[in-house]
Nanobody, 114 residues
Framework: QVQLVESGGGLVQPGGSLRLSCAAS???????MGWYRQAPGKQRELVAA???????NYADSVKGRFTISRDNAKNTVYLQMNSLKPEDTAVYYC?????????WGQGTQVTVSS
């Protein structure tokens, strides 16, 4: 099993930046990794994903503002979020998807407000 722990969330003003981290308890080498978010009253949605080979994919709403990256040596995935908007407010979850299993973190709150 892989345990995922997110960190880096918080309160930020519109236009600001945050960097989320997702630390795994084991190797993420064989997992596609992703960041999802869920706002109150809305379904969980994919924000960004990165495959084992480093291919990235982003939701249209965050393209050009968010960047996902991974450091397999540190078993960590990052989400750099720039030019944050109030509509980015949500709980952000890390996901690890393998051939036979998938894991979720507990989430970290991101609030964008003045």
């Amino acid at each position: 099993q892989v345990q995922l722990v997110e960190s880096g969330g918080g309160l930020v003003q519109p236009g600001g930046s945050l960097r989320l981290s997702c630390a795994a308890s084991g190797s993420i080498f064989s997992y596609d990794m992703g960041w999802y978010r869920q706002a109150p009253g809305k379904q969980r949605e994919l924000v960004a994903a990165i495959t084992t080979s480093g291919t990235t994919n982003y939701a249209d709403s965050v393209k050009g503002r968010f960047t996902i990256s991974r450091d397999n040596a540190k078993n960590t995935v990052y989400l750099q979020m720039n030019s944050l908007k109030p509509e980015d407010t949500a709980v952000y979850y890390c996901n690890a998807a393998g051939t036979w299993s998938a894991y979720w973190g507990q989430g970290t709150q991101v609030t964008v407000s003045s």
